[in-house]
């Protein structure tokens, strides 16, 4: 009967929101038509408004993405009155009525995340709407008075989006947004705001969020795009649908060894010179010696139409001085040459009065002689001659002088054009020029960097190289008209984001870290990581340790403590491994269980690729419509890749930020014993959302495999 009862309800209220839905359709499509009316109007208007025309494909855009879930919210008030919440807003026709459709990145939605039954913020009930396209499949209700028990958001929606097969690709999670995530991806962004969480934490999702809430909440944004970076090409193909889903185009989403256009990694580094190479110094000292690239101060002799003129030392230093404050080497030239064109034209309207006044006093002195009665009149000097440059003669002249080859020539022998992989090539394969900038690398280091000098650009070259083009300050050539405001940021290397997002940023070196603040002066950045999954070869072991040469003491610090993929049974593993880590924090605590336990089996290497594919092709059937991920150790990684296909075999560095529904660990052991080793293993671990299991290798044979009747592979014959 109650049963009875609660499934009328149900009922009832899917009716309810399938007859909002199909409104709320019916005047998205309209909006959206006449939104790409609009906009294609705008792009055929060629005196229309540039930011205009954008907006209105960014709004259109937006809107076409809508498909699934367009509606997924829905608040009722204390007060009765009703709210939706969807992933765009709609007004209704009548636009002095409330919203049909709040946005998700609306003030008002803010509830539909934080809304407790302690601090209720006037709501008296939260529901999620489930979709399939324009049909609802379902409601989830939670009171707001305190009958619900549990401290997630939506815990039956969140625990089935939790539970749903994994595809390879991360899927946008706005509906579901927890409260401590929500915080986050409202926070102000006026400075680095630094997020640790532990693995499965939601720190990519949170992250991707807070883009798209930030382009949405800050306009201007949009018009200088927003840097996402991240670990490896491969995890940027797994969040590459996230911000299109959310409507998001204006985001260019690279690695560090991708920022920069023109230099391409194709080699890997000694881990040792890597560390190296990562130092904070080197920003130090390549100032220094670009600086010492700039001309030396003394008197400069030119020739002009046949004459010679010296500019003296001290003329020559004031306008180098000028110059140079805060110009890049290149654009320094550039303003020298531009003092050095006026100082030529004055001093040649100068000599010129100089040999008039001469010439006048001749003329007077031969006048004299033939009229001795006429005295010479000091105040008739020069005044009475017709000869004197005036100031548009004079502006004349330095018009001629600026466009002269002669000139240019001149101050291109002098101050000469300097290619920047050339000049960090010279650095760093010099002992001596290394031993004068980077003074505190020891002898052994000095020699360690100076024998990759010639070698092709390993990944910690780049912020090297970076820092060198920075410095002598060449642009590439500007984007053509009318690219996207995202593809002309990616071309440009001196652009300047209105936001960075960095995603596993523990893995940044100091280097890497001044490549991000070159581009967003503005320091409007948020940096998520967990600092116990640092593989990197740099030392930090704390984020106060990983910021303080860039961002000293000036950053947010934010924490995300619960784990929503990996189930409780694989976390309570990683304790003893966090602790071989060294970590100084609390594991997170995970929200699901999935009654499977871990398990492991103990092969020797002869029967490993083996027992590696019959174990891979179990775990694929078992988890059909989902996806298996192999994280071997990099001893075995390359045999295994060639005999596994169809699944990817990671090391556990390539394995960061990426997520399967099962996943199995080969040679754990061998895993520890890379450097950074336990923090490798605990990334590992944490891969899977369902099941995980281990293959040990133990060169003597298996002595103890232990037997499990529910995974058939795990017996031996
Ligand atoms: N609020 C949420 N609603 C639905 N799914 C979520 C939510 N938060 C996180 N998830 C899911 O949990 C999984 C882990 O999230 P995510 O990859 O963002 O974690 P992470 O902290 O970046 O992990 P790692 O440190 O291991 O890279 C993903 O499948 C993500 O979609």
Known sequence: MHRNAEEIRRQVAIAEEQTFLDTALTRRDRVAANLAERAEQAATDDDGDLTRRRMLQRQYEEIRQTESGF????????????????????????????????????????????????????????????????????????????????????????????????????????????????????????????????????????????????LFTHGQMAEQAVLVLGPSPRFLDYIAQVLPALGETAVVSATCDTLVPGATVERAEDRRISEIKGRALWQPALEAYVRALLPPVRDLGLRWEGEAYVLDAQAVADALASATAGRSYHRARQAFAEHLHQLLADAVAEQREALLQQMEEGFEDIL??????????????????????????????????????????????????????????????????????????????VTLVSATAALPWASSDIPLFDAVVDLLGDRPAAAPHGASVAERARKDRAWVYGHVVIDEAQELSDMQWHMVLRRCPSRSITAVGDIDQTEASHRHTSWTQAVQATLGERWTAAELTICYRT??????????????????????????????????????????????????????QRWVGGTVGVVASAAYAEELAAVLDDVPVLTATQAKGLEWDATLVVDPDGITAEPRGWNGLYIALTRCTQELGRLQVAPQGPEHIEVRADVPWAVRT
């Open 71 to 214: 509606v997924f919210g829905r608040l009722d008030g204390l007060d009765g009155t009703v709210r939706h919440i969807g992933r765009v807003g709609l007004r209704d026709e009548d636009v002095q009525a409330d919203p049909l459709v709040v946005d998700w990145r609306a003030p008002a939605a803010r509830p539909f995340y934080t809304a407790t039954a302690i601090d209720p913020q006037g709501q008296a009930r939260r529901r999620h709407v489930r979709t399939s396209g324009a049909v609802v499949t379902g409601v989830d209700d939670e009171p707001l008075d305190g009958t619900a028990a549990s401290d997630l958001v939506g815990e039956g929606a969140l625990l089935s989006a939790l539970d749903q097969r994994r595809t390879g690709r991360m899927a946008t999670a706005i509906s579901t947004l927890q409260h401590e995530q929500d915080d986050i991806i409202r926070a102000d962004a006026t400075g680095p705001l630094i997020v640790q969480g532990g693995p499965g934490t939601g720190k990519t999702v949170v992250a991707l969020h807070r883009v798209a809430y930030l």
């Open 368 to 445: 004299a002689r033939f009229d001795r009665r006429a005295e010479p009149q000091a105040t008739a000097t020069g005044s009475d001659v017709d000869g004197l440059m005036s100031d548009e003669e004079i502006e004349e002249l330095r018009e001629r002088i600026a466009g002269s080859a002669t000139i240019a020539r001149f101050v291109e022998t002098w101050w000469p054009t300097r290619d920047p992989e050339a000049m960090l090539r010279r650095l760093l394969g010099d002992r001596a020029l290394l031993r004068r900038f980077a003074p505190a690398l020891s002898a052994e280091e």
């Open 567 to 620: 189930p409780r049974e694989v976390m309570e593993l990683t304790g003893p491994v966090l602790a071989k880590a060294g970590s100084l924090n609390t594991p997170p605590r995970a929200v699901r269980s999935t009654g499977i336990t871990p398990w492991k089996l103990t092969v020797t290497p002869g029967e490993l690729l083996d027992t590696a594919t019959a174990t891979v092709e179990s775990l694929r």
